[in-house]
């Protein structure tokens, strides 16, 4: 497993940043895109939502998990889904921080210190590691495509990563959560409550 995060997290990782650099710079170009992957843009952690906090967390799990999920076996169209999907989601990151600072007027250092790196911490390692492993499984699907020597050995090395990979990015996206719906909105309310100029 870390060995897939050594060779393939890297990649992920530039895909993520230029994806948020992207969100960032051409929010307002890319509005149309990305606003339908985000609900209630204006109420994104600014309010405690009155709901059982297990329940939202819960929500968040398994739609996060779900979206891991999509990556690691996207993997099997060239690798083609899980570079999509790491990069997408840097750029909803950096679209996100961009409408919240300009409808808070908040410091956008500060917002990103309290409403994305808490969570955001373990939400995209756990992103990066399903990406990096839907990577590995796109490279070898090239190689059994080529009929490279070797690929059977790294199938089989991807079947007993498989499960580790999951518990890892469950246990991730677990711990995000549960800081997402009980620790992100009360830090965002602090730094919402005391605007910079």
Do not use: C
């Amino acid at each position: 497993m870390f060995t897939l995060l050594r060779r393939y997290g890297g990649v992920s990782l530039l895909f993520f940043v230029v994806g948020a650099l992207l969100g960032a710079v051409f929010a307002s170009q890319l509005q149309h895109i990305l606003l339908p992957f985000v609900k209630d843009i204006r109420h994104i952690g600014l309010t405690i939502k009155r709901e059982p906090l297990w329940e939202e967390a819960f929500t968040i799990f398994t739609h996060n998990l779900g979206a891991s999920l999509l990556m690691m076996v996207g993997g099997l169209l060239l690798g083609i889904i899980p570079l999509a999907s790491v990069t997408l989601n840097g750029a909803l990151i950096g679209y996100v921080l961009v409408v919240l600072t300009r409808t808070t007027h908040a410091n956008p250092f500060l917002l990103f210190a309290a409403g994305i790196l808490p969570h955001g911490l373990f939400e995209v390692s756990a992103y990066l590691l399903a990406s990096g492993f839907g990577m590995e499984v796109g490279v070898t699907v090239v190689r059994s495509i080529t009929r490279r020597p070797g690929t059977r050995e790294q199938w089989r090395t991807l079947g007993q990563d498989a499960g580790k990979t999951v518990l890892w990015v469950a246990l991730l996206l677990f711990v995000a959560a549960w800081i997402e719906t009980g620790v992100t909105p009360r830090l965002l309310a602090m730094v919402v409550g005391h605007r910079s100029a």
